[in-house]
């Protein structure tokens, strides 16, 4: 079981997505950014270190959503949504095929991974 950190980040009124490159698992499924608890480390520290790391992008951990867990058919997941805020609107694409800024209302207009389908339902419900 993998355990797996997820940014919702917002700034703006804005939220940002990314796509899933063609070499990753779930091509071209979009999700929200983040990665891999590393051994020892904590799930916030986790999520502030993937973005600067993915994105270039500084991160304020401002709350917890309900953790996911998911079973593909090749792996299983544990996925900790952390919604975040950023002062800049501005990153560097380093691993996704596209990110994206768009308004939270149209979150459900994309082809999400099934683990972030949930976490998706959660953020609109609180909005």
Known sequence: ?????CA???S????????????????Y??????GKVEKGEQDEMCIVREIKEELNLNIVVQS???????HYDTFSL??????CHTDSQEFEVKEHAQVLWIEAQDLLNYDWAEADTPIVKEYLALK
């Open 1 to 5: 079981m993998l355990r797996v950190t």
């Open 8 to 10: 919702i980040i917002e």
């Open 12 to 27: 703006n009124q804005k939220v940002l997505i990314a796509q899933r490159n063609q070499n990753m698992l779930l091509p």
């Open 29 to 34: 499924k979009w999700e929200f950014p983040g």
């Open 64 to 70: 917890r959503l309900t953790p996911v867990t998911h």
């Open 78 to 83: 544990e996925l900790f949504p952390f919604i």
